[in-house]
């Protein structure tokens, strides 16, 4: 994959985690989608989707230069690094099934990307 695609494919990889934990940042300090209006004020959540946005934007960009059976693969690396930081961020427990599980994912993705 070529340097700017795989910059691309990691950003956008960084967004979609990040809108994530910010998502659930704001969960946490009282956003609440049966009260909009605590969506409306919270930073966090308003950052979240703003980062679901953004990433939405550089997948589009990633998907004009790379295949999707090559890029799909990258993101799946949300599934290691959401929990990783959710970890320290949250104090969410990690299994040593979940460990298990994201050492695959970030194998796979390594194999994928020796294509």
Do not use: H
Not at 42 to 65: C, D, E, Q
């Amino acid at each position: 994959m070529p340097t700017e695609s795989l910059l691309l494919t990691l950003l956008t990889l960084v967004l979609n985690g990040g809108a994530q934990l910010l998502l659930r940042g704001a969960a946490l300090r009282g956003a609440d989608p049966t009260r909009p209006a605590t969506l409306l004020t919270s930073p966090m959540f308003l950052a979240g989707v703003a980062a679901y946005g953004i990433s939405v934007l550089t997948w589009l960009a990633v998907l004009k230069r790379v295949p999707l059976t090559v890029a799909t693969p990258f993101i799946a690396l949300v599934y290691v690094l959401v929990p990783l930081v959710s970890k320290f961020a949250f104090g969410d427990v990690l299994s040593w099934r979940m460990l298990g599980g994201m050492a695959m994912v970030a194998a796979g993705v390594t194999i994928v990307a020796q294509r």
